[in-house]
């Protein structure tokens, strides 16, 4: 598997606009892109998968793109050698990785990605060399943690959605710095992350399902990336405590016990 020829994809829609301008785009993105993606989506149609990936940063079809922009930036090559390195360094899977233009609506960075147990999405526009590879590092941890937890994204609880996020940005620091690390993350003191903590997230610690937790990660009346960071917190913490040894074979419960935001 690894990284899937999406250059070559986009390259075949940029000619059939070419010889065809009437052709309705977002029909159009549909059938070269989002119809290659069923099996991923378990067999989900080309509309699902299509609002599916637009809502997680893929270029809306009537934006102008330029793949050779990103081809000249070696994109491709770079996460390909990425993922030799990181699978190896993590024993990851060998899963499809699918690399396309982010819309034009998310300029603030530029940059997203979505992990699945059993597939990774990068949404890029001009990056430096690290900062692409520090944005695969972070989805592709995802997926390893996705692995080694063995469920369905129903299936995940809050506190392994805490854990699956903090991992990822302790991994990025580990491997790259914090210059690459989410600003967010300094956004609280301690203290008022382990009184929101033990307010707000110890009750429904064990609440299932990835689109229920939503509202932890990222805030709304919660303060703003407030899982992100206490996900961050707990591992950074178990990491000073420990080791990062093995990190994302142990159980989330088991990370929590040796962090600062211990139950015990």
């Given at each position: 598997?690894?990284?899937?020829?999406?250059?070559e994809?986009?390259?075949?829609?940029?000619?059939?606009?070419?010889?065809?301008?009437?052709?309705?785009?977002?029909?159009?993105?549909?059938?070269?892109?989002?119809?290659?993606?069923?099996?991923?989506?378990?067999?989900?149609?080309?509309?699902?998968?299509?609002?599916?990936?637009?809502?997680?940063?893929?270029?809306?079809?009537?934006?102008n793109?330029?793949?050779?922009?990103?081809?000249?930036?070696?994109?491709?090559?770079?996460?390909?050698?990425?993922?030799?390195?990181?699978?190896?360094?993590?024993?990851?899977?060998?899963?499809?990785?699918?690399?396309?233009?982010?819309?034009?609506?998310?300029?603030?960075?530029?940059?997203?990605?979505?992990?699945?147990?059993?597939?990774?999405?990068?949404?890029?526009?001009?990056?430096?060399?690290?900062?692409?590879?520090?944005?695969?590092?972070?989805?592709?941890?995802?997926?390893?943690?996705?692995?080694?937890?063995?469920?369905?994204?129903?299936?995940?609880?809050?506190?392994?959605?805490?854990?699956?996020?903090?991992l990822?940005?302790?991994?990025?620091?580990?491997?790259?710095?914090?210059?690459?690390?989410?600003p967010?993350?300094?956004?609280?003191?301690?203290?008022?992350?382990l009184?929101?903590?033990?307010?707000?997230?110890?009750?429904?610690?064990?609440?299932?399902?990835?689109?229920?937790?939503?509202?932890?990660?990222?805030?709304?009346?919660?303060?703003?990336?407030?899982?992100?960071?206490?996900?961050?917190?707990?591992v950074?913490?178990?990491?000073?405590?420990?080791?990062?040894?093995?990190?994302?074979?142990?159980?989330?419960?088991?990370?929590?016990?040796?962090?600062?935001?211990?139950?015990?």
């Amino acid at each position: 598997m690894s990284v899937m020829p999406t250059d070559e994809w986009l390259n075949e829609i940029k000619n059939i606009q070419k010889h065809n301008q009437n052709r309705n785009l977002y029909e159009l993105q549909r059938s070269t892109l989002c119809s290659r993606l069923v099996e991923v989506f378990n067999g989900g149609n080309s509309e699902e998968i299509q609002y599916e990936l637009q809502q997680q940063g893929l270029y809306q079809p009537h934006e102008n793109i330029d793949i050779q922009k990103l081809k000249e930036r070696n994109v491709w090559q770079i996460v390909q050698e990425e993922f030799i390195y990181l699978q190896e360094r993590w024993s990851g899977p060998n899963i499809p990785i699918y690399i396309f233009p982010i819309t034009q609506e998310q300029t603030m960075t530029n940059k997203n990605g979505a992990a699945y147990p059993n597939a990774l999405f990068l949404f890029v526009g001009e990056l430096k060399k690290q900062e692409l590879q520090a944005l695969f590092a972070h989805e592709y941890n995802h997926v390893c943690r996705l692995q080694y937890l063995n469920k369905s994204l129903n299936e995940v609880t809050l506190l392994d959605s805490l854990i699956l996020e903090g991992l990822a940005e302790c991994a990025v620091e580990e491997i790259y710095g914090d210059r690459w690390l989410s600003p967010w993350l300094k956004y609280y003191s301690l203290d008022k992350m382990l009184n929101i903590w033990e307010k707000h997230f110890l009750p429904q610690i064990n609440v299932q399902g990835i689109k229920r937790h939503v509202e932890y990660l990222y805030g709304g009346k919660l303060p703003q990336w407030i899982g992100y960071c206490i996900g961050y917190e707990i591992v950074r913490s178990y990491i000073k405590n420990h080791s990062s040894n093995q990190l994302h074979l142990k159980s989330s419960q088991e990370i929590l016990n040796g962090s600062d935001f211990s139950l015990q």
